[in-house]
């Protein structure tokens, strides 16, 4: 089965507005990942959490997340034109610990100017 | 420079035939994957080898065979391409430990 479902699927904001996209997964994980993808690109990380840390910062980035929920968040503050792309939640799980990432579907934010 | 690179970016090609793509990285890494992502965005690893030794080979039709020469390079064959397999495929690389992985710009692969 899937690990790592997204939502929302798609989220439109003006500029200098917050988004934030929410990811939910399935078994035991050692860390979870965000990656970004701008279109025609590949894959960008953005920030790593761990199983044991529920929150982490990184510039304009915070990344949240309930063990307890099997649930992540990432909140992007002050949004910008750039930040328009898709956003994937990944997860490392315990089972097949370092050997693959399973990603989510992604969310599609759009950051109007 | 660029980390990880894949050649073709573009691939335009007929039903039938076969097609290779190369993937490069020089970051050291010791693990490379292939995925292949669709036309909604999902991204479904195939293959990852990790020091030349195959270690994930997910349910991908035979067709497609995985090469890796050295630890810096993964490439795929591709035989008898049907309609199917238009996604665009991307390679990838990890240093073992937290897996955090690179990508390349990918391969957008177009069976007529």
């Known amino acids: 089965s899937q690990q790592g479902e997204e939502d929302p699927q798609a989220l439109s904001i003006q500029e200098g507005e917050n988004a934030t996209m929410n990811c939910s997964y399935k078994t035991s994980i050692n860390n979870l990942q965000w990656y970004r993808q701008n279109s025609g690109r590949g894959l960008v990380h953005l920030i790593l959490?761990?199983?044991?840390?529920r929150e982490k910062h990184s510039g304009r980035l915070r990344v949240t997340l309930d063990t307890s929920k099997k649930s992540s968040s990432l909140l992007i503050t002050a949004s910008r034109a750039a930040d328009t792309a898709s956003y994937f939640c990944?997860?490392?799980?315990?089972?097949?610990?370092?050997?693959?990432?399973?990603f989510g579907e992604g969310t599609q934010l759009t950051v109007n100017p | 420079d660029t980390a990880v690179s894949q050649t073709p970016k573009y691939l335009v090609t007929q039903m039938g035939n076969d097609k290779s793509i190369k993937c490069e990285q020089n970051l050291g890494h010791d693990t490379m994957y292939w995925y292949k992502q669709d036309s909604k965005k999902f991204l479904k690893i195939m293959f990852s080898?990790?020091?030349?030794?195959?270690?994930i080979n997910e349910t991908v039709p035979n067709r497609f065979s995985p090469k890796s020469p050295d630890k810096a390079h993964l490439n795929l064959h591709i035989n008898s391409l049907e309609l199917g397999d238009s996604a665009v495929y991307f390679c990838?690389?990890?240093?073992?430990?937290?897996?955090?992985?690179?990508f390349g710009a990918g391969t957008r692969l177009s069976v007529l």
């Open positions: 990838a690389s990890s240093l073992g430990g937290v897996n955090i992985q690179y």
């Open positions: 080898y990790n020091n030349k030794e195959l270690i």
């Open positions: 959490i761990r199983s044991n840390e």
């Open positions: 990944a997860t490392d799980a315990r089972e097949t610990s370092g050997s693959r990432l399973t």
